[in-house]
């Protein structure tokens, strides 16, 4: 059974980091791209940041400088590591995949087969 398994989510205060693990299960990532996407409560689902199935890495406006998608095939685990975090960074955070999405299709969640169940940040003092 292909999942994806997403870990490291908490309460931080602004400023603070975290790191987000993404773990599949059921398949290798080698070949597929992995998004990261949140959504806050009352709001509409955005994609954050996503590596293509090529590596080339794509991130929303609003966390550029502060986030860093990086993927480890020998972990099978793709992270997500967010510095500087703000309250309006708190929501769910997903993860999901697609095999053989290049460029930067991989931000949109549209196209992506499989999904994580999320995981909460939230960002306060």
């Known amino acids: 059974q292909l999942q994806l398994v997403e870990s490291g989510g908490g309460l931080v205060q602004p400023g603070g980091s975290l790191r987000l693990s993404c773990a599949a299960s059921?398949?290798?990532?080698?070949?597929?791209?992995i998004g990261w996407f949140r959504q806050a409560p009352g709001k509409e689902r955005e994609g954050v940041s996503c590596?293509?199935?090529?590596?080339?890495?794509n991130y929303a406006d609003s966390v550029k400088g502060r986030f860093t998608i990086s993927r480890d095939n020998a972990k099978n685990t793709v992270y997500l590591q967010m510095n500087s975090l703000k309250p309006e960074d708190t929501a769910v955070y997903y993860c999901?995949?697609?095999?053989?999405?290049?460029?930067?299709?991989?931000?949109?969640?549209?196209?992506?087969?499989?999904w994580g169940k999320g995981t909460l940040v939230t960002v306060s003092s």
């Open positions: 999901a995949g697609q095999k053989r999405l290049y460029g930067s299709s991989c931000q949109n969640a549209g196209v992506m087969d499989y």
């Open positions: 059921g398949f290798t990532l080698d070949y597929y791209a």
């Open positions: 590596i293509s199935s090529g590596g080339s890495t």
